[in-house]
């Protein structure tokens, strides 16, 4: 698991950590990321990246109204289209042949893409949710990677173009390979 401390530190932790008392007065989940940013201790992805965005035109617009429609659009991948893909995704991969599983994946599978349609049909033939690329996108994007072992956003061809659009941003590929860099230094030696 990581934490950033500050902006170009990284510090990664294990269960006990997450468990400990001392993170749980940061993160009161215990969950990851969480960061310290000039002294403020902040936690949920969304509200980390709103924040970078206070700083940064390029996620956060200066103009009112695109800086309102951009965090609108950071709402909405964070609460109506990250909930069922994770719950779908939770669902495959760690409950997959209990009987309760097999009843709901049906289920789960139409609302997942009842909200696929839906975004994909705001999205149409946009390069980005919105005029341009914003803190929306990147947090979209992020969500819309959650079914990678499941070719549930390939089935929206706009959508899966949009990610891999998104995806391919110079900034995008540099923060991937950071965040993979410490996991692979850390990485227990193969067995």
Known sequence: MGIGRGRDKVRLIDQN??????????????QVPAIVDDGLMLFESGAIVLH??????????ADKRQRARAITWSFAALNSIEPPLQELGLLNLLWANEDWAIQRRPILEAFVNQRLNDLSASLGNGEYLEERFTAADLLMTTVLRIPRQQPIVEQYGNLFAYKERCEARPGFQRALRAQMQDFERNAPPPV
Not at 52 to 58: A, R
């Open 17 to 30: 950590v997450q468990k400990s008392a001392d993170y749980r007065a940061w993160q009161p989940f215990g």
């Open 52 to 61: 970078i965005g206070e700083h940064c035109d390029t996620l956060l617009p």
